[in-house]
């Protein structure tokens, strides 16, 4: 089974600012088979990008994936208000199933 | 437009039992495996389980096998999630997703609203 590990915990930076937001897996992940969501309080996740680096339908080019093997990062270029929310990573390609990161909560000062 | 529409939320007692479900819309209902997550109040996403429609095949997170039990009925649509003796620790908000692509282990593009189950005496 694989271990998601996000770093860091809380992210607290001003608007404009860029957020870099850490995956770290416990074993490779073939394909690059990582998601990221972001999830706003008393929502729905939402998804941002698969395949560690493809934006999904809508969302701003702000928000970008990069990275392989066992280390991911979601980058936020540009940091605005409605950026505050939880963002969780997500990997696919392990048996028995799906799994998810900790989390990190984004805050804007 | 591809939508997933979940019951309500419900208060139980330990011991109950339930059954809550996640309409879909707008899509092929037989053609996608769909999940189901569990977030835990403060905490993160938990997949419990995903079901293929077409044929009910299902696959589920080790820890909780055995403890909830995940259906589907093609002929409306509807996939279910369901317990037969509910405990505290099942207090969760609970959604059902569709992968992206017609694989059972992908991201999750689509979400429902959630369901909020309280298990409390």
New interface residues.
Partial sequence: EIVLTQSPGTLSLSPGERATLSCRASQHITGR?L?W?Q?KPGQ????LI??ASNR??GIPDRFSGSGSGTDFSLTISGLEPEDCAVY?C?Q????????????TKVEIK | EVRLVQSGAVVKKPGDSLRISCKTYGYSFTNYWLGWVRQRPGKGLEWMGTIYPDDSDTGYNPSVRGQVTISSDKSINTAYLQWSSLRASDTAMYYCARPANKQWLDAFDMWGQGTMVIVSS
Avoid: N
């Fill in positions: 088979y998601a969501y999830q729905a996740p939402r998804l698969s395949g999904a339908t969780y997500q696919y390609v392990d048996s028995p199933g799906v799994s998810f990161g900790g989390g």
